[in-house]
């Protein structure tokens, strides 16, 4: 007896000794909740309410378009079980029967016309209404509980891969007319997953929701940690404190590639990281200015001493991986003497100071320091400020900012989802065009990019548009994307997305 005794105090010292050590990693804890490290907080759990990518990764879990993305960016059913073009301009959808929100409530086609007036609607100024104003919203027609036509202005090319985009998810009306204001942090889609409990600025988690039409998930939990610093997140990947770890930084990738219990995965993203300039704030509001610092900055240095095997130099306006893609717009390599001359016409022969706006991460301090360095050339004097993500995002929505660094993902695969966001005047601000920029004739070229039924024109029309926004150094194209995302060994069943929003209903834990 005396032994047995001992054994079993042996036993559970032992055990203790090795969760207190990390020994024991959260599978051995709890093996059907998988936990995943997001680079930032959610904005808002309402898909139309933000623009950005952290908010619309955890938002993806939780509700449906009626059509989605492949992981080879091809389109698929989801809410909608098939479709029908009408004419050149109207697209008949059938939608899947039997679908529950996560309130209980049947889905049906007021949901889907709610959503899409909700998201249109001015007044409600939702960050990603662009995404569906194509869309005839006045003359939207439910055909019966399970039919609904939607035409479109103009015909459309790409309305498929914008009804797959974060921003035109179906919201439940009746959850959205129970909550209001609140909505946000009382979601209620149909998704995989559903919200269990948001302590914001800390993590997200979600519960399995049993009724989920395509059948539930693998795991009861799928918990969203915020982990803004990359190291961190690496640390986290390899103790246990997450399974999935988005944005593995250059200085990281060899320690979890290496790693007997992570497997990384590098893939080429859909994203273009750039440097952006407020046109409405002196000095940048003069072309020559912005040249001037085109001309000064040596682009493949600063891809190589910052992004190195995670991105390829940028060489135009959008990603080189967007079939629309100008590989004879951006047309600056270095030459200091031609940037001192503009400098000089512009009345800055001496210099000027400037402030280089970015939000905490490692990765864009780098790049503020190495810029930082190269633009010293010119006798320009920066300083480096760092905001929270939130923070940094509604101050370059509201035109705060002279320098900032950002990175657009064009999730859809289309460049009209590339281009109009960022370059069309009617989207100045938090919609996408954080430099406040405006050309009539670039507005009119993605206008027509728009409507344009041939692809071969649509291309065209692109194209010049590229070239103009070369012409006038909208923003400083830097590098094209390659995105790292390290996972545990127990995960089964994960995939990459080149949109970056990986989806975790299939994903499971040995």
């Given at each position: ?11 559970l ?24 490290s997001n ?10 309410m ?23 960016m ?10 029908e073009?009408?004419?050149d ?8 029967q ?34 569906l ?14 039919t ?12 498929l ?12 009306k ?19 997953f ?5 302590r ?5 988690v979600?519960?399995?929701f ?7 998930a693998?795991?009861?939990?799928l ?29 990281d990738?060899?320690?979890v ?11 080429e993203?859909?994203?273009i990281n ?9 000095p940048?509001n003069?072309v ?11 682009h493949h240095?600063?891809?190589?001493a ?6 390829g ?9 967007i079939?629309?893609?100008n ?5 600056y390599?270095r ?5 001192k ?14 402030k ?15 810029v ?6 010119l ?8 905001y929270?993500w939130?923070?940094?995002?509604d ?10 660094m950002?990175?657009?993902l064009?999730?859809?695969g289309?460049?009209h ?7 069309h005047?009617a989207?100045?601000g ?14 009119e ?8 039924t ?53 994903v499971?834990?040995?």
């Amino acid at each position: 007896m005396k032994n047995a005794r001992f054994t079993i105090l042996t036993t559970l010292l032992i055990v203790g000794l090795l969760f207190g050590t990390g020994i024991f990693t959260i599978e051995a804890q709890n093996p059907k909740q998988l936990i995943v490290s997001n680079f930032a907080d959610a904005n808002s759990l309402d898909p139309q309410m933000v623009s950005d990518t952290a908010s619309f990764w955890i938002q993806n879990q939780m509700y449906e378009g009626l059509v989605r993305r492949t992981p080879d960016m091809g389109v698929e059913p989801a809410l909608a079980e098939d479709w029908e073009f009408i004419d050149d301009r109207t697209v008949e959808f059938y939608l899947r029967q039997g679908v529950k929100f996560h309130n209980g409530d049947e889905f049906t086609a007021e949901d889907v016309l709610f959503s899409y007036q909700r998201l249109l609607d001015p007044e409600f100024g939702s960050p990603g209404a662009s995404r569906l104003a194509m869309v005839d919203i006045d003359n939207v027609e439910i055909v019966d509980d399970y039919t609904i036509r939607i035409p479109t202005k103009e015909p459309f090319a790409a309305i498929l891969t914008y009804l797959a985009h974060s921003a035109s998810m179906i919201v439940s009306k009746s959850g959205v007319e129970e909550h209001g204001d609140a909505f946000g942090e009382n979601p209620v889609g149909t998704g995989p997953f559903k919200l269990n409990n948001w302590r914001q600025g800390d993590q997200v988690v979600l519960d399995r929701f049993d009724d989920y039409w395509g059948g539930p998930a693998q795991v009861d939990q799928l918990v969203f940690r915020a982990i803004p610093e990359g190291t961190s997140r690496t640390i986290e990947l390899e103790t246990g404190g997450v399974h999935v770890s988005r944005g593995i930084e250059r200085v990281d990738l060899d320690r979890v590639d290496n790693h007997p219990n992570l497997v990384l995965h590098l893939y080429e993203a859909l994203r273009i990281n750039y440097m952006g300039f407020n046109h409405e704030a002196e000095p940048f509001n003069d072309v020559r200015v912005r040249q001037a610092i085109a001309y000064a900055l040596d682009h493949h240095e600063i891809v190589q001493a910052v992004y190195g095997p995670l991105g390829g130099p940028a060489s135009g306006y959008i990603n080189s991986n967007i079939w629309a893609f100008n590989p004879d717009t951006y047309l600056y390599p270095r030459d200091l003497d031609q940037a001192k001359e503009l400098m000089a016409e512009a009345g800055y022969a001496d210099g000027f100071s400037t402030k280089i706006a970015i939000n905490d991460d490692a990765t864009r301090r780098a790049l503020a320091e190495v810029v930082s360095y190269q633009l010293e050339q010119l006798n320009i004097d920066t300083s480096i400020e760092v905001y929270e993500w939130g923070a940094y995002l509604d101050m370059t929505g509201r035109g705060d900012h002279e320098i900032y660094m950002l990175a657009w993902l064009a999730s859809t695969g289309d460049p009209h989802h590339a281009m109009h966001p960022l370059f069309h005047s009617a989207n100045k601000g938090s919609a996408g065009n954080r430099q406040f920029y405006d050309n009539p004739k670039v507005d009119e070229l993605l206008e027509k990019g728009m409507v344009e039924t041939d692809m071969d024109q649509r291309m065209a029309f692109y194209q010049e548009a590229q070239q103009i926004l070369s012409d006038d150094v909208v923003w400083i194209p830097l590098a094209d994307d390659r995105e790292a995302v390290g996972v545990h060994s127990s995960v089964t069943n994960f995939v990459p997305c080149p949109s970056g929003y990986h989806m975790f209903h299939n994903v499971g834990l040995e």
